[in-house]
């Protein structure tokens, strides 16, 4: 099971995974998907960035796979196959998030990075979770950072500012990079612990850990999904867009209780904080 | 306010599963376990009625089922469900994949986790047929995107030794077989009846492919099983039997396939294999016939 204490402290975790089924048929899909869309040109995931394609290319590509894999929707999957790891963490009420992030960081292009950022940042709590799975073993470097204990701040200062490269509502904006990224000030290289994993292993987080890649500097493409996993009873920001999370498991009180105001309707405005 | 309860327990519920009932295989086997007073339910994802459902393009709806087979005390599950048409398989190959690779596979892992002996029906389509009676050790050939499929899902229940027996069928004829049901009708019609002379199939009657797959059901058995016609015959011979069976003397023309776009198939036969006690046989092609004529409208 993750160490809690550890992830209290430091607010992240890595974990091994046992069931990879489903993460197994979402490396397929990349694979395939590259495949179909790029011919005999594509040779492995890792090497995705030697088939030396425009951006536009590669935006088109990240595109129509981030929705194949989200129609596919294996990240809800593999956690229902890991699912006592979950509850552990979060007890039996779980929601996961709709649709997952795709991620592909080809080495040295800023452009596919979100930066050094944190999630409460953007409409996300704190009462919030991030599972990053790399698609790919990552090489030393290639993996996410983060700022041990930054979760615990108190303060930091950010500058807001519009990125060129990302247009509000356009796909690379729905793929989950920011039009108007808020940059956190006086952050140092130093501070950044780069976590690469082996596929296999997830990294998760709290969303108010300060976190991200302003650029792969090793020499292979990084792959990863993430998705947010939270309690069904944790608050949320009201700045989270509606259906942002999706149930996924649902205790049997809570089953119960369900079950007993559909049957009697006119009882369910005396609950507070109902789902 | 109601104080009622619409949950009831059935004690003496059925213990197979049939998955995917509604297609030409699953309904035969419906049909052959009903003709032999055999009891069972089935999930649909249409026309549900005391059927259970089950949508394979749906996660949700897989892992519901999972939890009512746990929940109902089911011992055996048969599974059929798949997109059969290659034509369909190519053009939406995703949905393909993910309904007959995908979610069969964590249909089957999650049954298997259950305690549940499933029979995943497989296709000689594993195979390329270019040589006649392939043995169950040989190595994958498949050319078809439908057998590809097949091809991992098959590995993905040996890889991870599931509790599963895999069954690969040739060709299977029922009633009302679109080909011979035509033949017949031209016969009658006296139009002209072409079919190919390089198209071949080792063709096994519905009944005869239930009776294997209740066996092996019923034995419990993991493994391999290759289930198969006698003979490799082409389309345009199985017309011609079919033809003076019913003491026609109807001729049928026949026609290269390339000439119509399609690749010619040499064979279609696989070597009868059971890796368990199970008996199996070779079906003579005159069996497939009758058997055809049992169910079919067109008499003998």
């Known amino acids: 099971?993750?160490?809690?204490?550890?992830?209290?402290?430091?607010?992240?975790?890595?974990?091994?995974?046992?069931?990879?089924?489903?993460?197994?048929?979402?490396?397929?899909?990349?694979?395939?998907?590259?495949?179909?869309?790029?011919?005999?040109?594509?040779?492995?995931?890792?090497?995705?960035?030697?088939?030396?394609?425009?951006?536009?290319?590669?935006?088109?590509?990240?595109?129509?796979?981030?929705?194949?894999?989200?129609?596919?929707?294996?990240?809800?999957?593999?956690?229902?196959?890991?699912?006592?790891?979950?509850?552990?963490?979060?007890?039996?009420?779980?929601?996961?998030?709709?649709?997952?992030?795709?991620?592909?960081?080809?080495?040295?292009?800023?452009?596919?990075?979100?930066?050094?950022?944190?999630?409460?940042?953007?409409?996300?709590?704190?009462?919030?979770?991030?599972?990053?799975?790399?698609?790919?073993?990552?090489?030393?470097?290639?993996?996410?950072?983060?700022?041990?204990?930054?979760?615990?701040?108190?303060?930091?200062?950010?500058?807001?500012?519009?990125?060129?490269?990302?247009?509000?509502?356009?796909p690379k904006n729905k793929m989950g990079f920011l039009y108007a990224p808020k940059e956190i000030l006086g952050i140092t290289d130093e501070q950044l612990h780069c976590i690469s994993l082996p596929y296999g292993d997830g990294l998760g987080f709290s969303l108010g850990l300060i976190h991200g890649q302003k650029a792969n500097k090793t020499n292979m493409t990084r792959w990863s999904i993430d998705f947010r996993i939270k309690n069904s009873f944790h608050p949320l920001t009201k700045n989270l867009k509606a259906g942002y999370y999706t149930p996924l498991k649902r205790s049997v009180v809570c089953e119960m209780g369900d079950e007993y105001y559909k049957l009697n309707d006119s009882e369910r405005e005396t609950l507070i904080g109902e789902l | 306010m109601k104080l009622t309860s619409s949950n009831s327990f059935h004690n003496s519920a059925p213990k197979t599963l049939i998955i995917g009932a509604s297609g030409m295989l699953g309904k035969g086997f419906v049909d052959y376990l009903s003709s032999i007073g055999s009891d069972f339910i089935c999930s649909q994802r249409q026309n549900v009625d005391d059927d259970w459902f089950l949508d394979l393009n749906c996660l949700e709806s897989i892992n519901t089922l999972i939890t009512q087979v746990a929940l109902s005390g089911i011992e055996t599950v048969i599974v059929f469900a798949a997109i059969t048409s290659e034509q369909q398989c190519i053009s939406d190959k995703y949905l393909s994949q993910r309904i007959n690779v995908d979610h069969t596979c964590l249909l089957l892992k999650g049954l298997h986790e259950q305690g549940v002996f499933s029979v995943f029906v497989s296709s000689s389509q594993v195979f390329d047929h270019l040589t006649p009676h392939i043995t169950a050790n040989s190595s994958f050939s498949a050319t078809t995107f439908y057998g590809k499929q097949k091809v991992l899902v098959e590995q993905f229940i040996t890889f991870r030794r599931l509790n599963v027996a895999i069954v690969r069928l040739t060709k299977v004829i029922g009633a009302g077989f679109a080909l011979f049901d035509s033949v017949i009708r031209q016969a009658k019609n006296k139009e002209t009846t072409y079919l190919f002379e390089d198209y071949c199939a080792a063709p096994i009657s519905i009944q005869h492919a239930s009776h294997a797959l209740l066996q092996v059901l019923s034995s419990r058995e993991i493994g391999l099983y290759q289930v198969s016609g006698e003979v490799d015959i082409s389309y345009a011979e199985m017309g011609s039997h079919l033809l003076q069976f019913i003491g026609s003397k109807h001729l049928v023309n026949e026609i290269s396939s390339k000439s119509k776009g399609v690749s010619p198939v040499p064979f279609g036969s696989l070597s009868v294999y059971s890796s368990s006690s199970v008996q199996l046989y070779q079906q003579p092609f005159s069996e497939v016939l009758e058997h055809y004529f049992s169910q079919s409208e067109y008499k003998k």
């Open chain 1, 1 to 170: 099971m993750v160490d809690t204490d550890s992830f209290k402290k430091n607010g992240f975790f890595t974990y091994s995974f046992e069931s990879l089924t489903s993460l197994d048929f979402i490396q397929a899909r990349c694979t395939e998907f590259a495949k179909d869309f790029f011919g005999d040109r594509f040779t492995t995931l890792a090497n995705y960035h030697l088939l030396e394609v425009s951006n536009e290319q590669h935006e088109d590509f990240q595109y129509a796979l981030f929705n194949q894999l989200n129609t596919d929707k294996y990240h809800r999957q593999f956690v229902l196959d890991n699912l006592a790891v979950f509850t552990a963490l979060f007890g039996p009420d779980i929601d996961v998030q709709t649709n997952l992030y795709l991620r592909i960081a080809r080495p040295s292009k800023e452009t596919d990075n979100i930066g050094i950022h944190r999630d409460t940042d953007y409409g996300n709590s704190a009462y919030e979770v991030s599972l990053s799975l790399p698609l790919v073993s990552q090489v030393e470097g290639c993996g996410l950072n983060v700022i041990p204990q930054s979760h615990l701040f108190t303060q930091h200062n950010v500058r807001q500012f519009n990125r060129e490269d990302v247009e509000r509502g356009a």
